[in-house]
């Protein structure tokens, strides 16, 4: 089957040898509804840079996002249970710092790997958009995250925690 897009492919796998697969994923992940032309630009060299970044320190992200999430939390007299609840119609707190951008998907992910809270937003939002779009970008995403070692990230979460007084 011959695409009309192909040379962009050729281009592409051309640019990013080592790291095709992850090129794109970043770019999918970051930027919505991106066509294969518009991963040539400058903008999605970006992306993939800082994408890259990110998953090489992403023991030291997850621990900042962390504490942006326990700290939001504090000051808003949340208890650790309180920043997965939905209340008066507003999104949980991880998720609205997620879309607001102080925290990143990649945290979002490891989170619910270990308290596993998809479930119970699925329950209390199953009918928002938002949050159906961003489960499915998660669902997709989480396969590309590292298998590493979840007790690594739930040792930062209960130590975060505790330093923000959530946990004791």
């Avoid at 281009?11 to 991963?39: I, S, T």
């Avoid at 490891?110 to 209390?124: G, I, R, W």
Wanted: with cysteine; net charge neutral.
């Amino acid at each position: 089957m011959n695409r009309k897009d192909r040379h962009f492919f050729d281009k592409l796998a051309k640019n990013h040898p080592k790291d095709c697969v992850g090129f794109l994923v970043a770019n999918f992940v970051e930027r919505n509804d991106v066509w294969v032309g518009e991963v040539l630009d400058s903008d999605a060299e970006d992306v993939f840079t800082a994408w890259k970044r990110r998953f090489q320190s992403l023991s030291n992200v997850y621990s900042d996002d962390c504490s942006r999430i326990f700290s939001e939390a504090d000051l808003n007299h949340m208890s650790f249970d309180d920043i997965f609840k939905f209340r008066d119609g507003r999104h949980p707190l991880i998720m609205r710092l997620l879309l607001q951008r102080t925290i990143t998907i990649e945290t979002f992910i490891l989170m619910n790997k270990l308290l596993s809270f998809f479930d119970l937003f699925d329950k209390e939002m199953g009918d928002d958009i938002m949050w159906n779009e961003l489960r499915f970008k998660c669902e997709k995403y989480a396969p590309f995250l590292p298998k590493g070692d979840l007790a690594k990230y739930r040792e930062i979460t209960l130590r975060v925690a505790r330093k923000n007084g959530l946990y004791s």
